[in-house]
Protein backbone atom coordinates (compact mmCIF):
# COMPACT_ATOMS: atom_id res chain seq x y z
CA UNK A 1 0.00 0.00 0.00
CA UNK A 2 1.27 3.33 -0.98
CA UNK A 3 1.55 6.29 1.08
CA UNK A 4 -0.85 8.30 -0.53
CA UNK A 5 -2.95 5.20 -0.53
CA UNK A 6 -2.45 5.54 3.80
CA UNK A 7 -3.52 9.25 3.72
CA UNK A 8 -6.56 8.94 1.68
CA UNK A 9 -7.60 6.54 4.20
CA UNK A 10 -7.10 8.64 6.93
CA UNK A 11 -8.77 11.07 5.42
CA UNK A 12 -11.08 8.90 5.08
CA UNK A 13 -11.47 8.32 8.31
CA UNK A 14 -11.28 12.25 9.26
CA UNK A 15 -14.87 12.27 7.34
CA UNK A 16 -15.62 9.52 9.15
CA UNK A 17 -15.67 11.07 12.46
CA UNK A 18 -17.13 14.19 11.53
CA UNK A 19 -20.35 13.44 10.39
CA UNK A 20 -23.22 11.95 12.08
CA UNK A 21 -23.16 7.98 12.14
CA UNK A 22 -25.28 5.66 14.33
CA UNK A 23 -22.54 3.24 14.95
CA UNK A 24 -20.08 5.03 15.49
CA UNK A 25 -22.21 6.77 18.06
CA UNK A 26 -23.27 3.57 19.74
CA UNK A 27 -19.68 2.66 19.82
CA UNK A 28 -19.21 6.39 21.73
CA UNK A 29 -21.74 5.29 24.29
CA UNK A 30 -20.56 2.06 24.51
CA UNK A 31 -16.97 3.69 25.50
CA UNK A 32 -18.58 5.81 28.38
CA UNK A 33 -20.97 2.81 29.39
CA UNK A 34 -17.31 0.57 29.83
CA UNK A 35 -15.44 3.27 31.46
CA UNK A 36 -17.07 6.04 33.35
CA UNK A 37 -14.43 8.64 33.18
CA UNK A 38 -15.25 8.72 29.47
CA UNK A 39 -17.97 11.04 29.93
CA UNK A 40 -19.13 11.96 25.64
CA UNK A 41 -18.19 15.24 26.22
CA UNK A 42 -14.44 14.09 26.87
CA UNK A 43 -15.03 11.31 23.91
CA UNK A 44 -16.10 13.73 21.50
CA UNK A 45 -13.52 16.57 22.17
CA UNK A 46 -10.65 13.68 21.68
CA UNK A 47 -12.18 12.98 18.57
CA UNK A 48 -12.59 16.74 17.17
CA UNK A 49 -8.62 16.90 17.98
CA UNK A 50 -7.47 13.88 16.52
CA UNK A 51 -9.82 14.93 13.40
CA UNK A 52 -8.31 18.79 13.25
CA UNK A 53 -4.79 18.50 14.50
CA UNK A 54 -3.57 15.14 12.86
CA UNK A 55 -5.97 14.13 9.85
CA UNK A 56 -6.13 17.27 7.78
CA UNK A 57 -4.39 16.55 4.16
CA UNK A 58 -1.85 19.49 5.17
CA UNK A 59 -0.95 18.57 8.07
CA UNK A 60 -0.18 14.77 7.02
CA UNK A 61 1.40 15.74 3.92
CA UNK A 62 3.66 18.17 5.83
CA UNK A 63 4.56 15.55 8.51
CA UNK A 64 5.12 12.68 5.65
CA UNK A 65 7.01 15.20 4.20
CA UNK A 66 9.31 16.17 6.96
CA UNK A 67 10.39 12.49 7.55
CA UNK A 68 10.80 11.93 3.71
CA UNK A 69 8.66 9.17 3.98
CA UNK A 70 8.62 6.71 0.83
CA UNK A 71 5.85 5.82 -1.30
CA UNK A 72 5.90 2.40 -0.03
CA UNK A 73 7.83 0.34 2.70
CA UNK A 74 9.64 -2.12 1.06
CA UNK A 75 10.50 -4.01 4.38
CA UNK A 76 7.93 -3.58 7.42
CA UNK A 77 8.54 -4.28 10.46
CA UNK A 78 5.79 -5.64 13.43
CA UNK A 79 5.36 -2.98 16.08
CA UNK A 80 3.86 -4.32 19.10
CA UNK A 81 2.14 -0.93 20.40
CA UNK A 82 1.11 -1.42 24.24
CA UNK A 83 -1.88 1.25 24.54
CA UNK A 84 -2.65 3.60 27.47
CA UNK A 85 -6.28 4.33 28.97
CA UNK A 86 -6.45 7.05 30.95
CA UNK A 87 -8.32 9.50 28.36
CA UNK A 88 -10.16 8.15 24.87
CA UNK A 89 -8.32 7.17 22.36
CA UNK A 90 -4.80 8.61 24.04
CA UNK A 91 -2.57 5.55 22.18
CA UNK A 92 -4.53 7.15 18.44
CA UNK A 93 -1.05 9.04 17.61
CA UNK A 94 1.12 6.00 18.17
CA UNK A 95 -1.43 4.02 15.82
CA UNK A 96 -0.95 6.41 13.36
CA UNK A 97 2.87 6.89 13.19
CA UNK A 98 3.14 2.94 12.44
CA UNK A 99 -0.02 3.23 10.41
CA UNK A 100 1.47 5.98 7.86
CA UNK A 101 5.40 4.69 7.89
CA UNK A 102 3.64 1.37 6.67
CA UNK A 103 4.37 -0.66 9.41
CA UNK A 104 2.45 -4.11 10.29
CA UNK A 105 0.78 -3.47 13.71
CA UNK A 106 0.01 -5.39 16.68
CA UNK A 107 -2.43 -3.60 19.18
CA UNK A 108 -2.19 -4.80 22.98
CA UNK A 109 -5.73 -2.16 24.05
CA UNK A 110 -6.08 -0.80 27.31
CA UNK A 111 -8.71 -2.49 28.96
CA UNK A 112 -10.05 1.10 30.10
CA UNK A 113 -9.93 2.62 26.43
CA UNK A 114 -10.07 -1.08 23.76
CA UNK A 115 -13.79 0.16 22.12
CA UNK A 116 -12.94 3.29 20.30
CA UNK A 117 -9.68 1.92 19.04
CA UNK A 118 -10.88 -1.53 17.63
CA UNK A 119 -14.04 0.03 16.32
CA UNK A 120 -11.76 2.35 14.57
CA UNK A 121 -9.34 -0.57 12.95
CA UNK A 122 -12.38 -2.31 12.21
CA UNK A 123 -14.22 0.41 10.27
CA UNK A 124 -10.79 0.79 8.36
CA UNK A 125 -10.44 -2.68 7.28
CA UNK A 126 -13.76 -2.39 6.49
CA UNK A 127 -12.59 -0.46 3.18
CA UNK A 128 -9.77 -2.14 2.67
CA UNK A 129 -9.59 -5.49 3.51
CA UNK A 130 -6.26 -6.18 2.82
CA UNK A 131 -5.35 -4.50 6.06
CA UNK A 132 -6.97 -7.14 7.91
CA UNK A 133 -3.50 -8.95 8.71
CA UNK A 134 -1.36 -5.92 9.03
CA UNK A 135 -3.70 -4.41 12.05
CA UNK A 136 -4.12 -7.14 14.51
CA UNK A 137 -5.01 -6.84 18.22
CA UNK A 138 -3.43 -9.57 21.04
CA UNK A 139 -3.66 -10.20 24.72
CA UNK A 140 0.01 -10.77 24.49
CA UNK A 141 2.23 -9.37 22.71
CA UNK A 142 5.01 -11.76 21.40
CA UNK A 143 7.21 -12.39 18.16
CA UNK A 144 7.43 -8.19 17.34
CA UNK A 145 10.24 -6.97 15.96
CA UNK A 146 9.89 -3.83 17.87
CA UNK A 147 8.00 -2.22 20.71
CA UNK A 148 6.22 1.31 21.88
CA UNK A 149 4.71 0.44 25.30
CA UNK A 150 3.23 3.15 27.72
CA UNK A 151 2.22 2.41 31.16
CA UNK A 152 3.38 3.50 34.60
CA UNK A 153 6.23 3.53 36.43
CA UNK A 154 5.72 0.54 37.60
CA UNK A 155 4.54 -1.37 34.47
CA UNK A 156 7.63 0.28 32.68
CA UNK A 157 9.95 -2.43 34.71
CA UNK A 158 8.30 -5.32 33.26
CA UNK A 159 7.72 -3.54 29.69
CA UNK A 160 11.73 -2.68 30.04
CA UNK A 161 12.26 -6.96 30.99
CA UNK A 162 10.02 -8.40 28.00
CA UNK A 163 11.03 -5.63 25.24
CA UNK A 164 14.98 -4.24 26.44
CA UNK A 165 16.37 -6.83 24.25
CA UNK A 166 14.38 -5.20 20.93
CA UNK A 167 14.01 -1.99 19.77
CA UNK A 168 11.74 0.10 21.67
CA UNK A 169 10.29 2.90 23.35
CA UNK A 170 9.19 2.67 27.03
CA UNK A 171 7.06 5.81 28.44
CA UNK A 172 6.44 6.10 32.55
CA UNK A 173 4.44 8.24 34.49
CA UNK A 174 4.47 12.11 33.20
CA UNK A 175 2.58 15.13 34.04
CA UNK A 176 2.36 19.17 33.19
CA UNK A 177 3.02 22.21 35.17
CA UNK A 178 1.97 25.88 34.43
CA UNK A 179 4.23 28.86 35.51
CA UNK A 180 2.23 32.08 36.36
CA UNK A 181 3.60 35.46 36.43
CA UNK A 182 0.61 37.26 38.05
CA UNK A 183 -0.25 39.23 34.68
CA UNK A 184 -2.63 36.62 33.54
CA UNK A 185 -5.91 37.66 32.35
CA UNK A 186 -9.51 36.47 32.54
CA UNK A 187 -8.98 34.47 29.60
CA UNK A 188 -5.77 33.15 29.68
CA UNK A 189 -7.26 31.56 33.09
CA UNK A 190 -10.06 30.02 31.73
CA UNK A 191 -8.08 28.65 29.18
CA UNK A 192 -5.71 27.36 32.16
CA UNK A 193 -8.88 25.91 33.69
CA UNK A 194 -9.05 23.65 30.58
CA UNK A 195 -5.67 22.43 30.65
CA UNK A 196 -6.23 21.55 34.31
CA UNK A 197 -9.73 19.95 34.33
CA UNK A 198 -10.34 18.67 30.76
CA UNK A 199 -10.42 15.06 31.08
CA UNK A 200 -10.78 15.04 34.86
CA UNK A 201 -7.64 16.29 34.66
CA UNK A 202 -6.32 12.54 34.12
CA UNK A 203 -3.99 13.11 31.14
CA UNK A 204 0.13 13.02 30.79
CA UNK A 205 -0.47 16.68 29.45
CA UNK A 206 -2.69 17.93 32.16
CA UNK A 207 -1.65 20.52 34.64
CA UNK A 208 -1.16 18.96 38.34
CA UNK A 209 1.15 21.60 39.68
CA UNK A 210 1.31 25.76 39.26
CA UNK A 211 4.13 28.05 40.67
CA UNK A 212 3.06 31.19 41.34
CA UNK A 213 5.15 34.45 42.43
CA UNK A 214 4.66 35.10 46.29
CA UNK A 215 2.06 37.14 47.28
CA UNK A 216 -0.04 35.56 44.32
CA UNK A 217 -3.88 36.34 44.19
CA UNK A 218 -5.69 33.05 44.13
CA UNK A 219 -9.00 34.34 43.61
CA UNK A 220 -9.60 34.95 39.89
CA UNK A 221 -7.80 31.43 38.77
CA UNK A 222 -10.64 29.98 41.66
CA UNK A 223 -13.30 31.80 39.78
CA UNK A 224 -11.90 30.61 36.65
CA UNK A 225 -11.93 27.02 37.97
CA UNK A 226 -15.78 27.50 38.44
CA UNK A 227 -16.33 26.24 34.88
CA UNK A 228 -16.03 23.21 35.82
CA UNK A 229 -17.71 23.43 38.80
CA UNK A 230 -20.35 20.82 37.36
CA UNK A 231 -17.64 18.03 37.78
CA UNK A 232 -19.07 17.55 41.26
CA UNK A 233 -22.01 15.98 40.19
CA UNK A 234 -20.11 13.11 38.89
CA UNK A 235 -20.01 10.97 41.35
CA UNK A 236 -16.24 9.80 40.50
CA UNK A 237 -15.07 12.75 40.87
CA UNK A 238 -16.72 14.45 43.79
CA UNK A 239 -15.85 10.94 45.70
CA UNK A 240 -11.75 11.96 45.28
CA UNK A 241 -13.06 16.17 46.19
CA UNK A 242 -14.44 14.67 49.27
CA UNK A 243 -11.64 12.41 50.15
CA UNK A 244 -8.94 14.68 49.28
CA UNK A 245 -10.33 17.59 50.80
CA UNK A 246 -10.84 15.42 54.66
CA UNK A 247 -7.33 14.23 53.84
CA UNK A 248 -6.07 18.27 54.32
CA UNK A 249 -8.64 19.14 56.90
CA UNK A 250 -7.52 16.01 58.67
CA UNK A 251 -4.14 16.84 58.30
CA UNK A 252 -4.60 20.58 59.81
CA UNK A 253 -2.93 21.92 56.25
CA UNK A 254 -3.95 25.51 54.51
CA UNK A 255 -6.20 24.71 51.24
CA UNK A 256 -8.41 26.78 49.09
CA UNK A 257 -11.35 25.37 47.26
CA UNK A 258 -14.44 26.57 45.19
CA UNK A 259 -16.77 23.74 46.23
CA UNK A 260 -15.62 21.91 42.98
CA UNK A 261 -11.68 21.73 43.08
CA UNK A 262 -9.28 21.93 45.76
CA UNK A 263 -5.56 24.26 45.53
CA UNK A 264 -2.93 22.97 48.07
CA UNK A 265 0.82 24.24 48.84
CA UNK A 266 2.98 21.12 47.73
CA UNK A 267 5.89 20.71 45.68
CA UNK A 268 5.39 17.60 44.16
CA UNK A 269 4.46 17.73 40.31
CA UNK A 270 1.60 15.36 40.96
CA UNK A 271 -1.39 16.20 42.39
CA UNK A 272 -5.03 13.42 42.53
CA UNK A 273 -7.98 14.37 40.75
CA UNK A 274 -9.98 17.02 42.03
CA UNK A 275 -6.51 18.52 43.38
CA UNK A 276 -3.84 21.13 42.01
CA UNK A 277 -0.80 21.83 43.73
CA UNK A 278 1.14 24.73 43.57
CA UNK A 279 4.89 26.23 45.00
CA UNK A 280 5.82 29.36 44.89
CA UNK A 281 8.88 31.28 43.91
CA UNK A 282 10.86 34.50 44.04
CA UNK A 283 12.71 34.29 40.53
CA UNK A 284 10.90 32.76 37.91
CA UNK A 285 14.48 31.81 35.64
CA UNK A 286 15.45 29.68 38.76
CA UNK A 287 12.19 27.72 38.04
CA UNK A 288 12.78 27.31 34.96
CA UNK A 289 16.17 26.09 35.46
CA UNK A 290 15.22 23.87 37.78
CA UNK A 291 13.09 22.10 35.38
CA UNK A 292 15.64 21.48 33.01
CA UNK A 293 15.73 17.72 32.28
CA UNK A 294 13.23 16.79 34.46
CA UNK A 295 12.09 13.72 33.06
CA UNK A 296 8.00 13.99 35.08
CA UNK A 297 7.07 16.70 33.27
CA UNK A 298 5.34 16.55 29.65
CA UNK A 299 5.22 20.16 28.82
CA UNK A 300 5.06 23.50 30.65
CA UNK A 301 1.93 25.79 30.07
CA UNK A 302 2.82 29.69 30.51
CA UNK A 303 3.99 32.88 28.76
CA UNK A 304 6.85 32.21 26.57
CA UNK A 305 6.18 28.38 26.89
CA UNK A 306 2.99 26.45 25.55
CA UNK A 307 0.11 28.80 25.38
CA UNK A 308 -2.91 28.74 27.73
CA UNK A 309 -5.24 26.56 26.48
CA UNK A 310 -3.41 24.15 24.30
CA UNK A 311 -2.26 21.77 26.35
CA UNK A 312 -4.76 19.48 25.56
CA UNK A 313 -4.81 19.87 21.77
CA UNK A 314 -0.82 17.92 20.30
CA UNK A 315 -0.07 18.32 17.04
CA UNK A 316 1.51 15.48 15.00
CA UNK A 317 4.85 16.57 15.55
CA UNK A 318 4.54 16.97 19.46
CA UNK A 319 5.45 13.55 20.72
CA UNK A 320 5.09 11.92 24.46
CA UNK A 321 8.23 12.32 26.56
CA UNK A 322 9.81 14.36 23.39
CA UNK A 323 11.07 11.10 21.92
CA UNK A 324 10.25 11.81 17.99
CA UNK A 325 8.36 8.32 17.48
CA UNK A 326 8.18 9.02 13.46
CA UNK A 327 12.37 8.93 13.58
CA UNK A 328 12.49 5.87 15.75
CA UNK A 329 9.88 3.78 13.26
CA UNK A 330 11.87 5.21 9.88
CA UNK A 331 14.87 3.76 11.09
CA UNK A 332 13.98 0.20 12.14
Given at each position: ?????R????L?L??F???PN??W??C?ER???E?????????????Q?????????Q????WT?H?A??S????????G?????????????D?????????K???K???KD????K?I??E???????L?D????A???????AYI???SN????????Y?G?????I?KNRT??AILD??EN??EL?A???D???Y??L????I???Y??E?????????A??K??H???????????D??LA???????????????I?T?????YS????????K???I???L??L??????Q??V??????FG??Q?P??F???????T???????
Open positions: MTLQTIEILRREFLKLEQAKAYRNPWFIPEFVELSVNIAEKFLTEALTNRYISSNSAPKNILVMAGNIPLVGFHFLCCFITGHITIASSAVLIFVAIISWYPEAQILFENLKGCDATGNTSRYFEYFKYPHIRSIGTTIGLADIQLFGGCRNTKIVPNYDFLPLLNLRYEYIDFHKYKHNYYHILIMSNRYYMNNDSILENIAAPVSQVNYEYADQQVDGKGNEEICIGHGQIPEASGLDYADGIDMRFLTGL
